[in-house]
């Protein structure tokens, strides 16, 4: 079976990007796979990419429509002027895409034409619905949502429910979101599957969990709410200082986080590590994994810290943690945007060590459930099972 998936960009660093790339690793051994980059930010992509999977930017722009390494004579493009109207497709209600750049609409739209067989896999609402419109019949398409539909904008949600059963599948992470997406479709004709992300095989025995390390990461916006996990930090190293808090990932935050760090008189204690392609590593050498998210899909880095044997401290955010985690058992969930009940919960952990082992060696054998053998066999349910209604 020939494979093509869509990303943004397939050369930053966020969970959505490894996500598929697993998918794809696992999936070339017995298919032709691709995966599409709207958007090139670098020379290389940040993950592994195995030789056998094709990797083909569509433009060679970043995502603000600049060019990437301009000739000195060349440094702006004269379309990057549209950004300033309104984007008149229907997928300028997702955010990366309310600015209409015609060139980038275009390559994606000839990319989708260009195909004449085999599935097309897009990664998030503007190209899920780019697709539903646009992407030949012919092709079996197959959105898939990386987040939850609760933590969209009206508009986006009623562009969503009018476009998505043009597709002929769409897959989601937890229960909880299948659920929302059938009750907001009415019966409307859309086939829905529950696919979790996968995890790899892991490369490290599991964590000793001596090192008096939390870790955390993500990208640094709003919706991981490291600015919420700072303040709790705060609580905890006034009663723990021997414990300190490294925060992995990259983004515009960075400058804000920073300064609070300073504010609260963490320095030293809280430290912003950047983004790091070795989280694996990361994650052996700590001691707890901390969850701060305002929002989530199925977090890849909550599953991650578990199949490293770390036991999770979260915030019961929708949607994803609830859906691994059960409470006092293999971690905890904590009321969402709690920075006091979020640092209660930490010295909970800190302060019973037998109790934190205990959480560790559960959220290992929970993991289980999304290490990527079982995740690839759903994915070639879902393909075989199209292609011969097809």
């Known amino acids: 079976m020939k494979i093509r998936y869509l990303l943004h960009s397939a050369y930053g660093a966020g969970g959505t990007i490894r996500t598929v790339f697993n998918q794809a690793n696992a999936l070339c051994a017995d298919h032709e796979v691709e995966i599409a980059s709207v958007y090139r930010t670098r020379e290389t992509p940040a ?10 930017p569509l433009t060679n722009l ?10 000195a004579e060349q440094k702006s493009r004269l379309l990057r002027k549209a950004r300033r109207f309104t984007n008149p497709l229907p997928h300028r209600h997702d955010y990366p895409y309310r600015r209409w750049d015609p060139v980038v609409d275009v390559a994606i739209i000839r990319y989708f034409r260009r195909q004449r067989d085999g599935f097309l896999v897009t990664t998030r609402p503007a190209l899920n619905l780019l697709s539903a419109w646009f992407a030949p019949k012919r092709v079996i398409r197959i959105g898939q949502d990386h987040m939850n539909l609760s933590s969209y904008k ?18 989601v992470l937890t229960e909880h979101d299948r659920d929302d997406w059938t009750q907001a479709l009415a019966g409307r004709p859309l086939r829905l599957e529950r696919i979790p992300n996968g995890i790899p095989p892991w490369p490290h025995p599991p964590a000793a969990l001596d090192a008096k390390v939390l870790v955390a990461a993500g990208r640094l916006g709003r919706q991981k709410g490291f ?18 808090l490294d925060i992995y990932g990259g983004g515009d935050w960075l400058k804000r986080l920073t300064a609070r760090i300073e504010e609260l008189e963490l320095t030293g204690a809280a430290r912003m590590r950047g983004v790091t392609s070795q989280l694996d590593q990361v994650f052996n050498q700590s001691g707890m994994y901390v969850l701060s998210s305002r929002k989530e899909g199925l977090p890849m880095v909550l599953l991650e810290a578990m199949t490293a044997g770390l036991p999770p401290v979260a915030f019961d955010c929708p949607t994803g943690p609830a859906e691994v985690i059960k409470n006092g058992v293999n971690g905890l969930l904590i009321a969402p945007e709690d920075p006091a009940a979020l640092a209660a919960g930490i010295c909970e952990m800190i302060e019973n060590p037998d109790r934190r082992r205990a959480m560790g060696a559960a959220a290992l054998e929970t993991s289980a459930q999304y290490s990527m053998p ?10 075989t099972d199209l292609a011969a209604r097809r």
């Not at 993950?47 to 083909?56: A, E, I, Q, S």
């Not at 600015?227 to 300190?244: E, G, I, Q, S």
């Not at 079982?374 to 393909?383: C, D, G, I, S």
């Open 62 to 71: 970043r995502s603000d429509g600049s060019r990437r390494d301009p000739p």
């Open 374 to 383: 079982v995740v690839r066999e759903a994915w070639e349910t879902l393909f």
């Open 154 to 171: 009206p508009w986006l949600r009623d562009a969503i429910v009018k476009a998505y059963p043009r597709l002929d599948a769409l897959t």
């Open 47 to 56: 993950f592994t990419l195995d030789p056998r999977v094709r990797l083909v």
């Open 227 to 244: 600015d919420l996990l700072l303040d709790a930090f705060r609580t905890v190293h006034a009663k723990h200082p021997d414990w300190r």
